[in-house]
Structures are given as structure tokens and as C-alpha cells.
């Protein structure tokens, strides 16, 4: 039972944070099946070969070679500076896909509308989708659609999920990588960081977050802030082709302070990172100030956080900076044993005033409903 | 544009016939990508080759011979007799996997979440997918969650995907079906239907519909009637087994009177079905005439509807028998080419008083939010 003062279900269990996570140990409580769980198990009718399994929680399994995913997207409004719940729902798909390393093979969509949606609405939303999936190349092939009553639900809802599979690139990265150290798992997954990686993140950070927001309450300090919506298998494989990386995240749900913890926690190993090397737009900032909300826990929807070997952080950084999405990338810190004397344990930033904050998973979500 | 009269999605666009063959054929314009829709074609970047694309608007896509499914479950209510909305999204998707002849590899799922939910009922729920796992031997690999504030989606709407590879059986029931006559692809699809194919069913009608309509409406012809909620794996991999089937769906939304005619309409042939060979218990018979709804058009979540070389129709009928979800296994008609001296076009069915009917695709649901 999750300690929930009224036994229902929170906000917070879906935002990303602490309480998601108690949720989510709940859930693998259920789906934690003795033949087919554990890595290198095999499920005893199927005879599947699980390398990346669900108690990872991970971005994607990994199945027999095949990275599997699924998101359901709720956001609101629909339609906001930079893109629309089409766009985001087949970017932030093939990104959960990519930043395994895998390049993504299919997607499947299905929707949940409400009676009454206009039809207008929806082809603006297919065509959306169709510009977001020939930018990363992938097709959508099968689906489903259900429409329900109104009051049902609130316009409409998107599940894409999705399947890639292993690259010749991402066998190069792991390649060069071992030139350097050993790995945990073969994939870019969280467990992979150890003492010394680089931590590299693509661009700006907050973006989706607070123009969605700013838009969305109607708030006066917008100065045209976008979203940052977008594919990033093809950034990712220029990234890979250089070799070196070890783990990757896309940023949405919970920002880069969830991501941080997160390898933090599954690659028991502490994170130092340095504020002023962190890039976040001046709008980005002062919104945040303004708000009172933290930067680091706002979420993005096409931008990555990954660790590389200390070795070839430098040649990673400029090759994204060659590419369209990676050009604001910077090295904002490294993965860590010790600070000073001390055992470095969970994420600690270096402030711009020279002092010391630790960086907690955010136990809520600040801006709710933008994925 | 679809002909609508008020240019926004009705319920019908969501029933599984007509209405939503519409819905379809628009989203088919979007989603009909040249480098990557057409049966042997190549996806320029991922080079995925598309056995089964979504045009082909079948139970599953497959692609580089991975099937790949998805549903969002938005069944009132999530409790019911005979199960709930947790072993109706298992079983549903296995069953939409296995139906093209595959073995379901494993599942993802995806919530969302009314804020206020109930734990105890979530708990439920997670209980009875469990199970539905387990009978299916298919594990849950990946997930998402969404919590959404009161009002933004009525309770809960659960989304699963899965992929599915081939098997040894199909491989064996190919070989069978290729002893008698050629195929048009090497899946159980809608167009391999052929002149003198027998159809059977694999139990009673109607039975998941009948009983959650019956509960729902609180009706007073209620005799204990159940859902049929299955997953029917390893049904069809002992009929894949014995061999010579050729088409595979299985009877979910628009129930018997859609699956044939898309069987009809894909393969180009005529379907005659016998009304007194049909199986639909004698509360479900009732229930529909005092409802004025056609037994031949409710949806069930356990039951098959296939097309068989009619060489082997007697063996898989007698493999069926044996199962414990095929006991009530029926032989109801076959496709054929000609209906006396006519050509036959799309499904006929011989009543019990002799008459002959022609059964139309259903335009809407007469038993909505079923699945």
C-alpha cells in the first residue's frame, strides 16, 4: 500500500518525482513476473531474452533486441507555441526509443477522443504528426481509435508507443567506450555512469515547460518562447557514430534534476554539476524566478542529458554542436565518487555564487500536464 | 473531409463500422507514407520491410517480421461480470497479436489516471492484469503513467501495445494451407480468404456485450451471463498446429456481422453463413430481441471468427473442441463465389426460416464502450 493519507490516486503520483516512483514499486509488485523479470531470463513459453526489463525503469525495454516503448499524452492545450499534442506525442516516443540507442523501427497510435471534437482539430493534429514523423523518419502502422461520451475525457488523448532495434552506431559507441572501461549493460541505459564520465546536456533547458505554461495561463512574461519539441534519433546518431556514451535521457517529466537522480541512484554513483555552465535561457530564468520554480525540474521535449567517457566528452560536445539540435550543447559536470573528502552520494550542484545545493528528485511536478 | 454534417467526431467514428471506416481512410491520408507503407517496400533510413502496413487496417502491423498491436481501453464500467478493465486490456491485445498468427512477445501499458482514483481499485485492476498475464504467459515490459486533475478523463482509460513474433505453428499451418492452394501473404490476414473456404467460430456469440450492457443498464433479463474475456494464445497456436487456416480476427467491436464483411470485403469474395449454425446462447437470443439489437453485430473478448481450407476445416474444428475456450467451436458457413446462379458480394446469411438475409456492416455500436 503507498502511503497515501487518503488511498486515492495524487497528481503528484504522475509527476515524475518521488511519489511517481512510489507508485511505480507498487506496480512492479504486480507486474514483476518470475519468468520473464530478471535480465538474461527467459520466459518460459516465449523463450524471450529480456535485457532491459520493466524494473529498470528505463526509457524502453528491451526485448530478444527490440526496445519497446509506450506514452500516453495528456497535455494541455493541445495546440501551444512550438507544436501540439501530435508532435509531442510522436517525438517524445521516438526519443524514448533513441536515447537507448536503438534507432526506431514503427509507431502505433491510438486516440481517445471526445464526441465533439472538431474535425479541423484532428487533421491539424494528423498533420502535425505526419511533419514530426518524416522529420524523424519513422511510420506510424498500426492503430486504434475509440470515441467516447462527452465528458469522458477532456478532447482528446494520444498513445504512441514504439519499437527500434540495435544500430551499427550504437555498436561503435559501446566499442569505443570499452577502449576505456567496462559497461553494466549494453545499451545506453541508466546503470551504465561511473567515477569520471562527463555529463553532457543538448541545449537549453525548460523550453516545453515554460512556454507551455506561459502560454497556457496567459502569463505576460512571454517573449515568444517556443517549444523545443523535436525527433532526436538523428542527433543521437551523430552522436553515437562518435562513440563514447554510455547512458542518455530525453528531459521531460521532472527535468534534469529527476534525470541526474536517476542515473545517480541506478549507477550508485555521486553527480557534481556547475550552474553557470548550465545553459538556460534568460526568459527561461527569469520566468522561473518569478514563479518560484525550479529550472532544473521543468521538462523538455527535445533535449538530452548523457554521460560519456571523460575521454571523449570533447569530441561528443562537437559533434552535437554540428548538429540542428544539439548546437547549445555544454558539458555541465561529471560523475563523481568524492567531493572533497568526502563520498558523493545523489546529485550536489555547484552554485554561481561558489556555493553547494544538492539537487533532490522533485517530490511533484511544477508545470502539470505538458506530456 | 468526412461527410458529417456537423464537422465533428461522433460516437459512431469510434463503433467499428462504417462511420469509422471513414475516420480511417482520413487518417490513412496522413499516415500513408511513400517510403514506408507498401508491402515489400523499403523505409529509406530504418530499411524496415512492411509485411502487413496500416492500410491493410488489420489486427496488427508487422513489420521486419515483428507484429506490433495497440488498443485504449475505455470499457464502463472497469468492473464488471466475467472481468474488468484490466484483464479486457490484456487479453484484448493478445488476442490481436495472436490472431495474425504470432506468439505475443510482450505488452507494454500505459494509464491515465483521474486524480481521486481509488488505490484499492487500482490495486484491483493491476491484480486481474497480473492474472491475465500470466494465463497468456506474456509479461508486462514497459509502462507510462498520467495522473490527470477530476474531470480531465472519466476514472481510468488504459492503453496496451505488444509485439508478437512468428512461430514454428504458422510456419506448419502455412505449409498445410500451401498443400491445397496458394496464399496472398504469409499472415493470418483479412484478404487470404479464398472460394470454398469454410468460416468457423470458435464459441458463443455476444456474450461479453450481452453481459456488460446487462450490468451496466441494470436490466432484469440478467441470468448470470459472464464476459468472455480471454486470451486466446494458445487456442490458436493448437488450431496453428493442426493447420489450414488461412484468416484470423477475433469478434471485438461491430462483433460478427464486421469481421466478416472486412474478411468479404479484403479478400474480394462472398461470404454465406448459416443462421441455425451459429452459436448464441439462448440469454443473449433474448436479450437482443428485447433490445431490438442483432446478435450478429455485439462485440465479445474471447472469441474467433476464422477462415480454414475447407480440406482442413474438420480437423482444426475437432483441435478446437479440445481447447478449453474453443468447446463450443462452430463450422456456420464458408466463402463462395457464387449464391445460386448469381455472383455472391459480401456476407448473406440463410436464416432459420429459411429466408436469406444480407448482413450489412454495422454503421454504429448498439453496445457502446464494450472495450
Redesign the interface.
Known amino acids: ?2 502511503d ?1 493519507d ?10 515524475g518525482g518521488e511519489e ?1 516512483h512510489e ?2 514499486k ?2 512492479l509488485r ?2 514483476n ?1 518470475t ?3 530478471a535480465s538474461n531470463n527467459s ?4 523463450k ?1 531474452v ?1 535485457d532491459v ?2 524494473k529498470a525503469l528505463d526509457d ?2 528491451v ?2 533486441n ?1 526496445v ?7 497535455v ?1 492545450p493541445l495546440f501551444f507555441p512550438g507544436g501540439d499534442i501530435g508532435s509531442l506525442s510522436i517525438a517524445g516516443t521516438v526519443n524514448d526509443i533513441a536515447v537507448m540507442g536503438a ?4 509507431l ?13 482539430d ?2 491539424r493534429l ?2 502535425s ?2 511533419k514530426t ?2 522529420d524523424a ?13 462527452r ?4 478532447r482528446i ?1 494520444v ?1 504512441t ?1 514504439a ?1 527500434g ?1 540495435r544500430t551499427e552506431a550504437l555498436e561503435k559507441n559501446m566499442e569505443e567506450v570499452r577502449r576505456y572501461r567496462e559497461l553494466a549493460g549494453n545499451w545506453l541505459i541508466d546503470s551504465n555512469l561511473r567515477d569520471g564520465d562527463s555529463i553532457i546536456v543538448s541545449g537549453y533547458l525548460g523550453d516545453h515547460g515554460i512556454a507551455l505554461l506561459s502560454f497556457r495561463e496567459g502569463f505576460e512574461f512571454d517573449t515568444g518562447l517556443q517549444s523545443d519539441i523535436a525527433p532526436l534519433n538523428r542527433t543521437i546518431h551523430e552522436v553515437l557514430n562518435v562513440g563514447g556514451v554510455v547512458a542518455m535521457k530525453d528531459l521531460t517529466r521532472g527535468g534534469l534534476a529527476n534525470s541526474l537522480n536517476e542515473f545517480s541512484l541506478k549507477s550508485n554513483v555521486g553527480i557534481l554539476i556547475e550552474e553557470d555552465k548550465i545553459p538556460v535561457r534568460e526568459s527561461v530564468r527569469n520566468a522561473c524566478e518569478l514563479l518560484g520554480i525550479d529550472q532544473l525540474e521543468i521538462g523538455n521535449e527535445g533535449k538530452l542529458v548523457m554521460g560519456v567517457v571523460k575521454e571523449k566528452a570533447s569530441d561528443v560536445l562537437h559533434a552535437l554542436w554540428r548538429t540542428k539540435h544539439g548546437k547549445d550543447a555544454a558539458i555541465i559536470g561529471s560523475a563523481t565518487e568524492k567531493l572533497g573528502a568526502k563520498k558523493l552520494k545523489g546529485v550536489v550542484m555547484k552554485t554561481q555564487v561558489g556555493g553547494m545545493r544538492i539537487v533532490e528528485t522533485p517530490i511533484g511536478d511544477p508545470v ?2 505538458i506530456c
Chains 1, 2 share one sequence.
Open positions: 500500500m503507498i497515501n487518503s488511498g486515492n490516486i495524487k497528481l503528484e503520483h504522475g509527476a511517481m507508485l511505480l507498487l506496480m504486480y507486474f513476473f519468468n520473464a523479470n520466459n518460459k513459453w516465449a524471450a529480456i526489463p520493466l524502453s525495454a526485448v530478444d527490440i519497446f516503448t509506450t506514452d500516453s499524452h495528456t494541455k534507432e526506431p523501427l514503427c502505433s497510435v491510438a486516440f481517445v477522443i471526445e464526441e465533439g471534437f472538431p474535425i479541423t484532428f487533421e494528423l498533420e504528426m505526419k514523423c518524416e523518419e519513422v511510420a506510424v502502422v498500426t492503430g486504434d481509435t475509440k470515441v467516447v461520451e465528458g469522458a475525457v477532456e488523448i498513445n508507443s519499437i532495434r502539470p500536464r
